[in-house]
């Protein structure tokens, strides 16, 4: 389309300015299709499979085959049918996942703005088709490949598709060759790109997988990165292999020299090496992740990046704008100082791009205030024609136009006081003084000029303006963020404002809301590159008020704190924020803001206000500590499989275990209330803690000794326990009271874990914090039953009676009481030392 002439464009397309009709639009979205590139999906087929090429459900599907070439077909049917229960269950879940998913991806779906039947109406951009009209404005990410019809000012980012760095200059009006290579089709727009600067009104021609970003589709699908969690258990996996193969190893060694069967030995040992190693976990977390964003979604947060949900608890700074965040981004004039106001009047009028309705907060407020002041703004537009514009830069906070006046032209300009400074005639002193005093009262204050001109200007710097006047404009904070402020700092979480307001209304604004207090530091943005890395953290630290800041400064900022280990959430809407976001650990994207700052985010917050945010960490500390519940439960039970059958082998007695009572234990205890974990609810008051990293969380120092704790405890106690019945009964009693015992005994384990807080203490409560745990237990017991008296057989077990059922009860009971006194001792520490 970028040989082509508009009018030839339009025919073409069969459309027009005034777009398709919804009927139209409706016929074409049948005939195209949605407008979206489709990811390639694992088919359903493939991720059954996988649940069963796992090299550990490989190593037992062998170890099944072995039992089976040595006559023992028993286990081979109890190892095989556990591979298949155990991958059905892990086919089910991570299917049910995959939905939750996809249905949490259709709610952040891109917006754009159409015209169809003559109006303009805003619907997702998969709906777009071949013909539709779209307009677009400065940070909207281009929805498909577009022939531009008019614009102004555009200056759009092509890096994504060209691999330029440096934006490019758009025009509707030319006619390229034919053979244009796509860098320098200035006429067209294409999926993906974004734009920097300016208006557009376009066509569309190509969606989909017809868009060029659609033809490079295969070479742009690259699986997400795994998330710092998963990374971590892998790692952890690896090395706990390796120590559980080194263990093992030893233990057939012994086993042979005391003259056990060899074939029985290797068995027991393969058994224990894939019941050892958590191969349900990312599966069981990946459900905690996605309960997780569901919980977040019902306030009002979408997460776009899922494995952003794990550290979302830990974060210590909130790097967050004020407009739209902090306060409710809806100006209105508050004040206003006239040197002339008549040109101040129609400076407000003409330099401004709304139409009343839409259109940026400055600019609605001005019309707004005009309308009040009785002004016919809508009359002075259809006197002045806007031949030129300088439209709003970021760095130097300005917007220009020039609009004809009778044979001359006339320079309109608004932005900061300090940027129009610069440009002024006129000595600007006279208005520094009411600037700051409308600063100090919180105001917002732009600072409006006019010249009088021969020509049109070549650019904004060869113009000489003179100062007009001032307006102030009140954005008055949301309800509930002050309480959100106290909430973070309770929390242990830095709240930094960083904004491109004045220093003045910036500290008034942070200290309405308790950002900013007495002590703390407020310094601009400029100031930073006067600082190290190091000293600048270390300013940061006390600072609260970051003003005056560019894009580059906020950048600065999250990449310095995350240097020095902190984790840094960052609040943004407009494109000047999206360099900021893409680094953050936690980049949240407000609904109503620009495309490009919720494309860059790893969440979108729909209500935009802080308060949503801090609610949102305490949210991400429930799914961090449910987490660790399912990690330490896990690794506790096999813990303490380990550490049994070894203890009992070096002494040189019968197994306690046999190697399907291992892999059974597996799946009626870890099986069925590992995936209850994620559902339980808080303890306590989120509020109250500080921060905590995600290593420390999942694998710290604390975790390991909780898990080493219940282990040890867990299988010394069944050693003692399993000695003394051994004297007492057959092997085949003993060894079912054993097996038994033990499943009981996780469960046990398994209520522990639910809180941190002792079950006695208020064991009413402590049942509603997680009821599913106790519904897999009563799963797992109907399991149990059948495997001790219908199918004793399979499992090597023989029934038990009321005298060996009591014995069955006596380790639960013991390691229930451990951990019980564990939690009374550390509770009444922390109440001690709080």
Request: charged letters at 25%; glycine letters at 6%.
């Amino acid at each position: 389309m970028h040989n082509k002439a508009i009018e030839e464009v339009l025919k073409e397309l069969n459309t027009s300015p005034f777009g398709l009709s919804q009927e139209e639009a409706k016929r074409r979205l049948k005939l195209y299709g949605l407008n979206e590139i489709e990811e390639k999906k694992e088919s359903v087929w493939a991720i059954l499979l996988r649940q069963y090429t796992n090299p550990l459900i490989l190593i037992l599907v062998v170890a099944g085959f072995l039992a089976f070439f040595l006559g023992d077909w028993h286990d081979s049917v109890v190892v095989w049918g556990i591979v298949l229960v155990n991958g059905l269950i892990g086919f089910y879940q991570e299917l049910k996942a995959r939905a939750s998913i996809e249905s949490l991806k259709k709610l952040t779906r891109q917006k754009v703005v159409v015209i169809r039947d003559g109006k303009e109406t805003e619907i997702d951009a998969v709906f777009l088709v071949p013909g539709d009209i779209v307009l677009l404005s400065e940070g909207d990410v281009v929805p498909a490949d577009l022939r531009l019809l008019e614009e102004a000012g555009l200056l759009v980012d092509e890096s994504l598709l060209t691999g330029e760095s440096v934006p490019v200059e758009k025009y509707s009006h030319v006619v390229l060759p034919e053979d244009t290579p796509i860098y320098e089709r200035v006429n067209c727009l294409y999926k993906g790109t974004v734009v920097v600067r300016g208006k557009a009104k376009a066509v569309v021609f190509a969606t989909g997988r017809q868009t060029q970003m659609g033809l490079m589709a295969e070479k742009l699908e690259e699986k997400p990165p795994e998330s710092p969690l998963t990374l971590a258990l892998r790692d952890f996996s690896k090395k706990l292999v390796v120590g559980l193969v080194l263990i093992l190893s030893t233990l057939v060694l012994i086993g042979i020299a005391q003259g056990r069967s060899w074939e029985f030995i290797v068995f027991f040992a393969v058994a224990q090496l894939v019941s050892a190693v958590p191969e349900g976990l990312p599966i069981v977390i990946t459900i905690a992740l996605v309960i997780g964003a569901i919980r977040l979604a019902k306030n009002n947060v979408l997460v776009r990046y899922l494995p952003a949900v794990e550290t979302l608890g830990s974060a210590t700074f909130i790097c967050s704008d004020k407009t739209g965040t902090i306060t409710e981004g809806r100006l209105r004039v508050k004040d206003y100082i006239a040197l002339n106001e008549e040109e101040l009047f129609l400076c407000s009028a003409l330099c401004n791009d709304s139409d009343g309705k839409r259109g940026d907060a400055v600019d609605l407020a001005l019309l707004e205030w005009l309308d009040e002041m009785g002004f016919n703004w809508l009359g002075i537009r259809s006197v002045f024609e806007r031949v030129w514009e300088h439209p709003f830069d970021t760095k130097r906070r300005l917007m220009a136009v020039v609009v004809k006046s009778g044979k001359g032209y006339k320079l309109y300009i608004k932005g900061a006081f300090e940027s129009l400074s610069k440009l002024a005639g006129n000595s600007p002193n006279v208005l520094q003084e009411k600037h700051d005093h409308m600063a100090k009262r919180g105001l917002r204050v732009l600072a409006f000029g006019y010249a009088e001109l021969e020509r049109i200007p070549e650019d904004i710097d060869s113009v000489k303006i003179e100062l007009i006047g001032l307006v102030g404009f009140l954005d008055p904070p949301k309800k509930g963020v002050k309480e959100a402020v106290e909430r973070a700092k309770k929390a242990g979480i830095r709240v930094v404002m960083i904004t491109g307001d004045n220093l003045l209304t910036a500290k008034a604004v942070a200290s309405m809301v308790g950002i900013y207090q007495e002590r703390d530091f407020a310094i601009e943005g400029s100031f930073l590159a006067n600082y190290s890395d190091a000293e600048l953290y270390e300013l940061l630290k006390r600072t609260t008020v970051v003003a005056r800041a560019l894009p580059e400064d906020k950048y600065r900022i999250v990449k310095v704190l995350q240097s020095h280990g902190e984790i840094v959430a960052v609040t943004g809407d407009g494109v000047n924020d999206a360099p900021a976001l893409r680094v953050a650990d936690l980049g949240v994207a407000m609904g109503s803001g620009a495309q490009v700052s919720k494309d860059a985010s790893a969440m979108i917050i729909t209500d935009n206000n802080l308060t949503v945010i801090v609610q949102a960490i305490m949210i991400g500390r429930l799914i961090a500590q449910n987490i660790a519940k399912v990690i330490r439960y896990l690794l506790s039970a096999n813990g303490f499989q380990i550490i049994y059958n070894s203890l009992a082998i070096i002494s040189g007695m019968p197994l306690p275990l046999y190697p399907t009572h291992i892999l059974w234990i597996n799946l009626v205890t870890d099986g069925v209330i590992d995936k209850a974990y994620p559902f339980t609810k808080y303890e306590g008051d989120p509020t109250k803690e500080k921060p905590k990293r995600p290593q420390e969380v999942f694998l710290g120092k604390k975790q390991i000794i909780y898990i080493l704790y219940t282990a040890i405890i867990c299988a010394l106690g069944h050693y003692l326990l399993f000695s003394y019945i051994l004297a007492k009964y057959p092997y085949e009693p003993a060894l079912s009271i054993s097996f038994t015992s033990a499943v009981f005994s996780l469960w046990a384990v398994g209520i522990q874990e639910i809180s941190s807080k002792p079950f006695l203490l208020n064991p009413i409560e402590y049942v509603r914090t997680n009821p599913y745990v106790y519904l897999g237990i009563i799963i797992g017991s109907v399991l149990q039953t059948l495997a001790i008296y219908v199918f004793e057989d399979f499992f090597k077990t023989v029934p038990l009676d009321v005298e060996h059922l009591q014995y069955t009860l006596i380790m639960p009971a013991v390691v229930f009481l451990a951990l019980e006194l564990r939690k009374w001792a550390e509770w009444l520490y922390n109440r001690k030392a709080w």
